[in-house]
C-alpha cells in the first residue's frame, strides 16, 4: 500500500465517529495528565489498560497515543504559569516560560507553546508516514559508543544552559550525574550513595528532583519579601493574551528546529523527550541572535523546547511499530497493549496491519488539530491562574508539589527528598547557580553511564572504541567544540584585553 | 590574603562531596574482566568535582557576598514544610497540608486567623475534589 492510498484508508479509519470519539477522550484526559505534576502519561495508560479490552484494537490504540501526545501538550501549562514542570520534558520550558508569565507575557507562551506543539506535532506524523523504515534501521546503527556520544553531546548543551559562570553550572551539573547515580548499580547488586536507606536503592526520582529544585526553590525565594508581592500581570481581551505576529516571527526556526531535533532523537530507542528538548533548547539559543537574553523569558525558548517534545511522539513510535523496540516507558506500555490485543509489533507490522498503521497515523493528525482546539482557547482561562493572590498561589503550589511526588512513588520518604531539593533549589538561587545543569546531569547521568560501561565491555576496556566509530566520534568531537567554544572566546577577550593594556 | 566569600565557601563544600564521593568508589570495584565496576564513573566525576570545586573556592574568593536579607523567612518556611511532612506520614496529608497553609497564609502573610483558616480548609476540599475523588490519585 503506497502512503497517499494508506493515508486514505486510515482517514477512512480514524473519521468513524467511535474513533474520533476515542481521540478527543485520548487527547483531553492526556492534557489533563500533562497539567498535573507527577502524573503521568504511562501511569495513566497503563490505569486505562484493562478498560481497553472490550474496544477495538484501532479505537484502543487512538486513545491511548492521544493521551501519550496530549499530555506533551498539557506539559507545559504549570511550567509557564507556575514554574512546577507537569512533566519531565517540560522542565526546559521553566527556563524562559515562567520569565514569561512573570512580564505578564503568560498568555502568549501558553499560545506559542500549543502552536509549536501543533507544528512540530504534526511534523512528527509526517516523518513517522515517510521515513519509519529507513529511519528505524538507522536507529539500530546505534550502539552503546554512539549512545555516548549523544550524551555526551546533550551534556555538552551545559554550556548554553550555563548563567555568568560556566564552573558553576559544570558543578551543577557534576552533582546532577551523582543524584543520578544514588541506587543500586545498574551492572550489578552494589548500592552507592544510598547512606544506609532502603527507600534510596531504587535511585531518585527525577520528578522529586526538578519540581524540588525549580517549583519549591521559586516558592521559598519569593517567601523572603515581606510584602505580599504583587500577582502576576494578566494582560485583558483575547488578543493580548495570544502570541503576537512578532512572536510568531521570532519562532520560526524554534519550530523547525524542535519539530527536526524531537523528531531524530524521538527515533533513538532510551534518549527520549526531556533529552530532545534540552537539545533542541541549546541549538535555539547557540543560533540566536539574542542568546544573552535565553533565561530572562525569551518567546522561542518555549518554542523550541515545546515543539521537540511533540515532535518527539512520532518519532518514539518509529522503533516500536516497525521494529518492536520501546524506548520509553509510555511505549513500552504500548507495546505492551499490542501483544494484548494480539500484535506482534515488528518489521512486518506495517504490512500485516495497515489498519491500524494508517489509521494511528491519520488519527495524530486529528489529534493534533483537536489539542489545538482545545488548548488555544483555554489559554485565557489558564493565564487566570496567575491572577490568584500569593497567599492562595503559594501553598497551591507546594500542596501540587507535593500529591504529584507522592503520585509517583508512593512513598513519604520521596516528600522528604522533595523538601531537601527544594532548599538545594533555594539556595542555588542565592549563590547563582544554575538549575537546568542538574537537571541536565540528572537526565542523562544514569543513560550515559550504561552507555559508557558497555562501550568498554564491547572493545574490553579500550577507550578507543569511543572515538573509533564515525557517529560516536563525529558526536563526542561536536561535544568537545561546544565546550571549548567559550573558552577559546575567553582566551581571545583577555589577548584583547592585552593588547588594549600595551597601546 | 584568601577572604573567603559565599562562592568561596560553595566551592569548599562541592570539593568535600566530590572527595567523598571519591572516598565511597574505593570501596567499590573498579575495573574487572568483565569490564568497568560500579566505581568507575562516579571516580571520575567525583574527581572533576574536586577539581571545579576547589578552582571555584579560589577563583570566587573576590567575588560579591550575597543578600541573605529575608533568608530567615525563607527558612522559615522551609523548616514548617519539613515539620508537615512530617506530621503527614502520622496524621495524613490533609491535617499536614492544613497546617501548612494557615502558617504561610496566618504568619508569613499576616491575614486575619478566621481568612487563614478559611483558606486552609479550603484549599484541603479542593485537593480532595480534584485528587482522590476526581482523579482516583490518593494522598500522602
Redesign the interface.
Known sequence: MDIASGLLHGFAVALQPANVLWCFVGVLLGTIVGIMPGLGPPATIAMLLPLTAQMSPAGAMIMLAGIYYGAKYGGSTTSILLNVPGESASVVTCIDGYQLARKGRAGAALGIAAIASFIAGTFGVVALMLVAPPLARLALAFSSPEYFGLMALGLAMVVLLAGRSLVKALLAMLVGLWIAGIGTDPFGTTSRFTFGRMELLSGIDFVVVAIGVFALGEVLANMEAREEPQALPVPKGLRNLLPTVQDLRDCRFAFVNGSVIGFLIGVLPGAGSTIASFISYGVEKAISRRREAFGTGVIEGVAAPEGANNSETGGALVPLLTLGIPGSGTTAILLAALVLWGFKPGPLFIAENPQLFWGLVASMYIGNVLLLILNLPLVPLFAQVLRAPAYVLYPAIIGLSMVGVYSVSGSVFDLGLLAAFGLLGYVMRKLDYPSAPLILGLVLGGAMERALRQSLMMSEGSLTILVSRPLAAAMLSCALLILLVPLFSRLNAWRLQAMEEEE | MFRPS??SW?GLA?AA?GVY?VL?TRG??Y?SQ?????A???RW??L??VV??A??AV?GAKSAS?N????G???G??AV??GS?AV??FAG?ALG?AV??YF??AW??R?PPLQAAL??GG?VAV?YLI?PLA??????
Request: without cysteine; glycine residues 10%.
Open positions: 559565599p562562592d560553595s562541592l562531596l564521593i565511597q567499590w570495584e575495573l568483565e569490564g568497568p565496576g560500579p568507575f564513573f562516579p566525576y567525583g572533576a568535582i571545579l570545586g578552582a571555584l577563583a550575597v541573605w536579607r529575608g533568608a523567612r525563607a527558612l518556611t522551609w514544610l519539613a511532612i503527614m506520614k496529608f497540608f501548612l497553609t504561610l497564609v508569613m502573610y491575614r483558606v486552609a484549599m485537593f485528587f482523579l482516583g490519585v490518593s494522598f500522602p
